[in-house]
């Protein structure tokens, strides 16, 4: 008799040790997921910005026909962005085309008969736009990744991540290790 007590209590904490496991590994599995969906999101986003450029660049060459140089680092750097596979790469390719993007918008500020255009203006708002978009999805995805990263390294959260092979995610880092 002792012994069959014995036996379903035993029986009774595996059965509990897996299902804990079973469930801290699923909710892992969801934030992984999710994590996913929160990159694919920002890939959206870039990838629309992207596909701003060639309309402004074009407006911009003909207003701006001393500034080659600087429609040139705009070109490359979408070039980069659109090229960039891991995270860390698009991350700061993504930086240095908001960089070549802000010295574009500084130099067109400076001609009046380009601040004048409408295109002009309607391309700059949309971008600004997007930027704002993409600078919040940043946020959200580099939120994620903190949470996400901070129950691998938690109990049981950790022990399960070993026997199930998660591993940590990045955030979205520029080129000089801020979280952008």
Known sequence: MVFVVILMLVMFVVAAIVLVFTSFRNRMVQQRNEL????LGLDQLLKQRRDELPKLIGTCRS????????????????????????????????AELQSA??????EGDRH???????????????????????AAERARLNQQVTDYNS?????PGGV?????????????ETRNGRQH
Do not use: C, M, W
């Open 36 to 39: 996913g969906r929160a990159q």
């Open 63 to 94: 207003y701006l026909p001393d500034s080659s140089a600087l429609v040139a680092s705009v070109t490359a750097a979408r070039t980069a962005e659109q090229r960039a596979a891991k995270p860390e790469e698009k991350a700061r390719a993504a």
């Open 101 to 106: 993007l802000q010295n574009l918008f500084a």
């Open 112 to 134: 009046s008969a380009l601040e004048l255009n409408t295109s002009y203006r309607q391309l700059k708002k949309s971008i600004r736009g997007l930027d704002e978009r993409i």
């Open 151 to 155: 129950r691998l390294r938690g109990f």
């Open 160 to 172: 399960v991540a070993r026997f199930a092979r998660l591993g940590r995610q990045r955030p979205f």
